[in-house]
């Protein structure tokens, strides 16, 4: 994954919409992903993870798809809150690595 | 609430200075993970330690260092500091020392170097 820079993609959609951030990485051997909410000022906080054996995975409003052919992860959130309003970012981890790579935020503003 | 505690919130102190970030991990983990969060760099993973012990290094410098006592808690010093070394500072959590598992960060700690 890159680096979260201090210019970060910005997606903005109206309430009740549906949300989809996107996230590159770039180890093939990466076999474990998580996607993260981090609110100003706060520690970034879990919301799905999934591993390499799947291609998709629901949570509650949100779903990750992992397309692993093109080293591509999704997070898609439905009826999109003004509180789902923060920077997202996913992280990966190669198999058997203890380090993590954490992907490009994507800063989502939900307006009302 | 993660569950995660770091101490103190906000830490400013002069360059060439010296650090101390604390940080109690949830009940029960026994893994503690290290995170530099800057604007140009974004969340870097600092250091890993799993039941007292060093399990995994990434872009630490030499002028940092980590442990992790038997309680489990960690703290992480920051030495000889530099207007870069400004950030916010995580700390976070999980059950084992793998990777793979999910991890819970704390609130941070916002380091100003002036």
């Known amino acids: 994954g890159e680096s979260v820079g201090l210019h970060l993609p910005t997606l903005s959609v109206q309430e009740g919409d549906n949300s989809i951030i996107n996230c590159a990485y770039s180890n093939s051997a990466s076999d474990y992903f998580i996607w993260y909410k981090q609110e100003s000022g706060k520690g970034p906080q879990f919301i799905i993870d999934?591993?390499?054996?799947?291609d998709k995975r629901q949570g509650q409003r949100v779903t990750v798809l992992l397309n692993k052919t093109v080293k591509h992860l999704s997070l898609q959130i439905a009826a999109t809150q003004p509180g789902d309003s923060a920077v997202y970012f996913c992280a990966d981890w190669k198999g058997g690595s203890y380090i993590p790579t954490f992907g490009r935020g994507t800063s989502l503003i939900v307006h009302p | 609430d993660s569950g995660v505690t770091q101490t103190p919130k906000h830490l400013i102190t002069a360059t060439g200075q010296r650090v101390t970030l604390r940080c109690s991990p949830r009940s029960g983990d026994l893994s503690v993970y290290w995170y530099q969060q800057s604007l140009d760099q974004g969340l870097q993973f600092l250091i890993q330690y799993y039941n007292g012990e060093e399990r995994a290094k990434g872009n630490i410098l030499e002028r940092f260092s980590a442990q992790q006592f038997p309680d489990l808690h960690s703290e992480l010093n920051l030495s000889s500091l530099e207007l870069g070394d400004s950030a916010l500072y995580f700390c976070?959590?999980?059950?084992?020392?793998?990777?793979?598992?999910?991890?819970?960060f704390g609130p941070g700690t916002r380091l100003t170097v002036t």
């Open positions: 976070a959590s999980s059950p084992t020392g793998q990777g793979g598992y999910e991890q819970y």
């Open positions: 999934i591993r390499s054996n799947m």
